[in-house]
């Protein structure tokens, strides 16, 4: 399995070579790469039927036992399907849809990454794994979104996918590790087995609300619903394959994936079963309300999301079933008629169902297609669609889920409605001004949505082909066998009267829909007033606030900057230790040595004389004193080698101090006396505060000190006696490379700053003289250069 997301990802490194040498061709050789995967998935079909272990385990970290682990089961099976397949359809649609464009390659490269990060999503069988492959869809996702980052409007669709999806992953994170934890694994297959205790366990809501929130913002669920239209501004190749089997049903699949861990609980049913109704009634209604043909498909979307959420909240295994064939249905569907739009935009370069007709005649094939997706959306017979919508409406048909069925009646009427306006409009009724020459396109815009609409129909009329792959999924999602006998036709019972119903109701809204104006402009400001405006309202607040705390923190004082660090370093220790530092100190022996008391004297009267120096040569020597002092109190500790060390740094430190004093301009400014008390009381703080976090450490110490470990291992692993050798070179051997690189880079601009030599002062008015503009006298670069020195507020407190 590694192998696959391997050959898609190369795949996608090669596509913007395969656009150069043989054009939009290309996407019909690029899509055997997951036409093989497809039918590769098709040969283990009959082992994931028999139950048979088929998974994939790289060791990431062995020492965590945390793994890269991928397993195929009867729902990674039926969602694998699902993206390789409408992925080779895709691809091939996309050469038609960008022939001749320069960003064919690079759409080929972002689809196939898309395509590779979701195989990995819904074939992972780590939490860890998972979470990766699901940052990465919204990563491509982005990119695919914002195809066209030359507007402004792509861009800023792209971003608010990126943060609605983005945030959710960041709440979905801690939800996975805390399931791990409390799972006591992060195998989604071992956590199976630990499901009921991970259902009586204390953290339990706590997982669920996290885990819940990152699937509903994935797929597009209330509120969290306005991203999903918004990216209608993508090219519609990429709306088709991230509304069809991808990205907006990988919440879906995460919320699938783990009911037998998480599911079977009131809290299951009351957080997922409402949100679900809601998002399914609110995008049926939606989507009469726009006139863009993507548009209105995106809302559909939204409505059959709601629907599969709404199932799998119920959890009953009839549901389950019906949300797998549902979700079959839709990815037929919606996948034609995404692609259908597509043809219809790229013929007449409108999407306004206002200014569309007449295109029957015109695009025949492509009407033929946009039919079959059309009745199946509907749920017409004999296609899949009806198929699923049976099963739908049998599955909730009991006394106690008659609200459910009732808003899945109303909310299909509205699809059936939408519908009308998008395989209706467009195709019959006069020609328009925009489609007079209207045209249909080459076989890569057509074949692909024709396939899907047949492909829908076939599986309606033989509706038993799937009922095994469906009753694999369902056994995957429930944890045990379930039967499904999905068929075409059941006789007339209640189930059938209500798909009719449906129907009629459908077909009569369509014919009444300019009725529904006035009730929309009713509407209007409720939904003016929607998750959209509040979503608006946070980046507009969060953008000022970044820019308030920036002027605040990033102002170019480095003052400001010192301050802030200092401050909150101080105020961390106190509010984390508090007393406990007082309590702690009482302890420490006081059993100093005079020798060591008169160099600590030392230190502290240097100090003293370093602040009160009036020259700079006095402020450096007492500096120098204070470093020698602390070398002293190494020798006196046994740390020779770091004494030495010390000795030579403060050597080197002296002298370059003194080197570069003396080539700088006398500098008689001072800081005034209310500065220089400021600055005297956050030394003293956090000279205190870092005294005491120190000896206070000394008093806590819980475990065998480390050093005793280097002393044991220093021989033996690093093959060294001096221990701090052995330290340096072999235990922390990157960080002193690090340390060697600094010092390096150090040295380069100490160097350079003593060779440097101030420009001469006629070559420097030359170039003033130069510039004829009255800018140059008030730039204050130039007048730096001018004056060769500018005082500013960053000296004040030298």
């Given at each position: 399995m590694f192998l696959w997301l391997l050959v898609i990802l190369t795949a996608g490194i090669l596509a913007p070579a395969v656009n150069r040498l043989i054009g939009?061709?290309?996407?019909?050789?690029?899509?055997?790469?997951?036409?093989?995967?497809?039918?590769?998935?098709?040969?283990?079909?009959?082992?994931?039927?028999?139950?048979?272990?088929?998974?994939?385990?790289?060791?990431?970290v062995p020492a965590l036992n945390l793994a890269v682990s991928l397993r195929l089961d009867g729902l990674s099976l039926l969602f694998g399907l699902m993206v390789t397949g409408i992925g080779a359809l895709i691809l091939v649609y996309a050469g038609g849809y960008l022939k001749g464009d320069?960003?064919?390659?690079?759409?080929?490269?972002?689809?196939?990454?898309?395509?590779?990060?979701?195989?990995?999503?819904?074939?992972?069988?780590?939490?860890?794994t998972l979470f990766i492959f699901w940052e990465l869809t919204s990563i491509t996702s982005y990119l695919l979104i914002g195809f066209n980052s030359d507007r402004p409007e792509s861009r800023a669709s792209a971003l608010q996918a990126l943060l609605v999806t983005g945030g959710g992953g960041l709440v979905l994170l801690p939800g996975l590790l805390l399931l791990g934890v409390a799972g006591n694994s992060f195998e989604i297959s071992t956590l199976v087995g630990n499901a009921e205790a991970i259902r009586q366990h204390s953290l339990y809501v706590p997982i669920?609300?996290?885990?819940?929130?990152?699937?509903?913002?994935?797929?597009?669920?209330?509120?969290?619903?306005?991203?999903?239209?918004?990216?209608?501004?993508?090219p519609t190749p990429i709306s088709a394959y991230?509304?069809?089997?991808?990205?907006?049903?990988?919440?879906?699949?995460?919320?699938?994936?783990?009911?037998?861990?998480?599911?079977?609980?009131?809290?299951?049913?009351?957080?997922?079963?409402?949100?679900?109704?809601?998002?399914?009634?609110?995008?049926?209604?939606?989507?009469?309300?726009?006139?863009?043909?993507?548009?209105?498909?995106?809302?559909?979307?939204?409505?059959?999301?709601?629907?599969?959420?709404?199932?799998?909240?119920?959890?009953?295994?009839?549901?389950?079933?019906?949300?797998?064939?549902?979700?079959?249905?839709?990815?037929?569907?919606?996948?034609?008629?995404?692609?259908?739009?597509?043809?219809?935009?790229?013929?007449?370069?409108?999407?306004?169902?206002?200014?569309?007709?007449?295109?029957?005649?015109?695009?025949?094939v492509t009407f033929v297609a946009a039919c079959l997706a059309g009745f199946s959306m509907s749920g017409v017979l004999p296609t899949f669609g009806f198929v699923a919508k049976e099963a739908w409406y049998e599955a909730i048909g009991h006394l106690a889920e008659i609200p459910f069925l009732t808003a899945s009646i109303l909310s299909n009427i509205g699809l059936v409605a939408a519908v009308g306006l998008v395989c209706v409009k467009p195709f019959f009724a006069e020609r328009t001004e925009a489609t007079q020459k209207a045209h249909e396109g080459g076989p890569a815009m057509w074949g692909p949505p024709l396939g899907l609409g047949i492909g829908g129909l076939l599986l309606g009329l033989m509706p038993t082909r799937?009922?095994?792959?469906?009753?694999?999924?369902?056994?995957a999602v429930t944890g045990h066998e379930v039967p499904v006998h999905l068929a075409l036709w059941h006789g007339v019972n209640v189930t059938l009267l209500l798909s009719l119903l449906t129907l009629a109701g459908g077909i009569t809204l369509y014919w009444q829909r300019h009725r529904l104006g006035g009730i929309y402009a009713s509407l209007n400001p409720v939904?003016?007033?929607?998750?959209?405006?509040?979503?608006?309202?946070?980046?507009?607040?969060?953008?000022?606030?970044?820019?308030?705390?920036?002027?605040i923190l990033q102002n170019g004082y480095q003052r400001f900057y010192l301050y802030t660090m200092i401050g909150i370093t101080v105020f961390s220790v106190w509010i984390a230790l508090g007393g406990r530092i007082f309590s702690n100190l009482d302890s420490l022996p006081l059993d100093y040595r005079v020798h060591e008391v008169l160099l600590v004297g030392l230190i502290l009267a240097a100090s003293f004389a370093a602040v009160r120096a009036k020259t700079w040569l006095l402020a450096v020597g007492s500096l120098g004193i204070v470093g020698f002092s602390v070398a002293g109190i190494f020798v006196l500790f046994g740390a020779p080698d770091l004494a030495m060390t010390q000795f030579v740094i403060e050597t080197l430190t002296v002298l370059l101090f003194v080197m570069a004093f003396s080539r700088l301009p006398e500098f008689r400014r001072l800081s005034s006396g209310r500065t220089r008390r400021r600055d005297a009381l956050i030394a003293i703080g956090a000279g205190a505060t870092i005294s005491a976090l120190l000896m206070f450490a000394m008093t806590v110490r819980a475990d065998r000190p480390v050093s005793e470990y280097y002393v044991a291992n220093s021989v033996t692993e690093g093959h060294g006696r001096n221990v701090v050798n052995v330290i340096l070179v072999d235990f922390r051997a990157l960080d002193t490379l690090g340390e060697i690189t600094v010092l390096a880079i150090a040295a380069i601009g100490v160097y350079s700053l003593l060779m440097l030599r101030p420009a001469k002062l006629t070559t420097i008015e030359s170039a003033l003289d130069e510039r004829s503009d009255d800018s140059a006298t008030t730039d204050p670069h130039t007048a730096q250069l001018a004056t060769g020195f500018s005082p500013g507020p960053e000296q004040e407190g030298v």
């Open positions: 939009s061709r290309g996407g019909w050789c690029l899509a055997l790469v997951p036409a093989g995967v497809f039918t590769y998935l098709l040969k283990l079909w009959p082992s994931v039927m028999n139950q048979e272990e088929i998974s994939a385990h790289i060791d990431w320069d960003r064919l390659g690079r759409l080929w490269m972002l689809l196939l990454f898309f395509m590779m990060a979701m195989l990995g999503l819904v074939l992972a069988d780590n939490l860890l669920l609300l996290m885990i819940l929130v990152g699937a509903f913002t994935k797929s597009a669920q209330f509120p969290f619903h306005f991203w999903l239209p918004n990216a209608m501004a993508a991230l509304h069809s089997a991808t990205m907006v049903k990988a919440g879906v699949y995460l919320i699938a994936r783990l009911h037998p861990v998480l599911g079977g609980t009131t809290a299951w049913f009351w957080m997922i079963a409402p949100i679900g109704t809601i998002t399914m009634a609110l995008g049926a209604v939606l989507a009469l309300r726009a006139t863009d043909l993507k548009q209105i498909l995106a809302y559909a979307t939204i409505s059959v999301l709601g629907t599969l959420t709404m199932l799998l909240g119920i959890g009953t295994e009839a549901t389950l079933t019906a949300a797998l064939a549902v979700l079959v249905a839709h990815a037929f569907y919606k996948g034609g008629l995404f692609m259908v739009a597509g043809a219809v935009d790229h013929a007449v370069h409108e999407r306004d169902i206002h200014k569309l007709g007449g295109l029957r005649s015109a695009m025949p799937i009922s095994e792959l469906l009753a694999a999924g369902s056994h939904i003016h007033y929607g998750p959209s405006s509040v979503y608006a309202w946070l980046l507009k607040n969060v953008n000022q606030l970044a820019r308030v705390q920036t002027a």
